[in-house]
């Protein structure tokens, strides 16, 4: 892919199917390699997937009663894509892997995007598809009072907290295994 010209929207990265296919080997090959210094990563992962999870029913009973009748979907216009701590928590925790970026370009519409929604499970979704909270959601909840929005607020810091440690954990696990010659 073409590096981004400063100015330029950024690009999604591993968009075509030769790079998607790249990454995916490439973090399966180290998860495989070093299973023991992989540990902790993959104990944040699992800690970040129940994160995720407490927070579905509340994602869901928003969508539920919102997305529905929504008069412009902002999954029409959205540009998300799948970044390295996403990945890293798919493959962790043996989640099926979707077959590509969303999208492949800024100005291109997501792929999984159809007439009823979202084709992805919402497990297996970029994360920011679950952190975006439109206008709409944060009046529904802020009808449930300023608590409501704490928690939702703090729920989404919390595994945005755990996405960074994670991969923060995984960089430094492969830093470390080329420092020491990658025996
Ligand atoms: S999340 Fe908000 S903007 Fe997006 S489809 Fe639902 S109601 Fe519409
Ligand atoms: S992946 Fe799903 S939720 Fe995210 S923008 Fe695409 S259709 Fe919407």
Redesign the pocket.
């Known amino acids: 892919m073409k590096p981004n010209r400063p100015g330029t929207p950024p690009l999604p990265p591993w968009a075509d199917a030769p790079h998607w296919a790249a990454v995916n080997h490439t973090i399966g090959y180290w998860l495989a390699k070093r299973p023991a210094a992989m540990r902790r990563v993959s104990r944040l992962a699992g800690r970040l997937q129940s994160r995720m999870d407490d927070l579905d029913p509340q994602m869901r009973a928003l969508?539920r009663s919102?997305?529905h009748d929504?008069a412009?979907?902002?999954?029409a216009h959205a540009k998300p894509w799948f970044d390295l701590a996403d990945l890293l928590r798919l493959h962790l925790c043996r989640l099926p892997l979707p077959p590509g970026q969303p999208i492949g370009s800024v100005h291109e519409r997501c792929r999984y995007f159809g007439p009823k929604g979202c084709g992805l499970p919402r497990r297996i979704r970029p994360w920011i598809c679950t952190w975006y909270l439109?206008p709409?959601?944060k009046r529904a909840l802020n009808r449930n009072g300023a608590e409501s929005v704490q928690r939702a607020v703090a729920a989404l810091d919390t595994v945005k907290n755990l996405r960074r440690r994670m991969e923060t954990a995984f960089i430094d696990t492969l830093a470390a295994d080329v420092q020491a010659g990658g025996q």
């Open positions: 969508s919102l997305c929504c412009a979907p902002c999954c439109c709409a959601m």
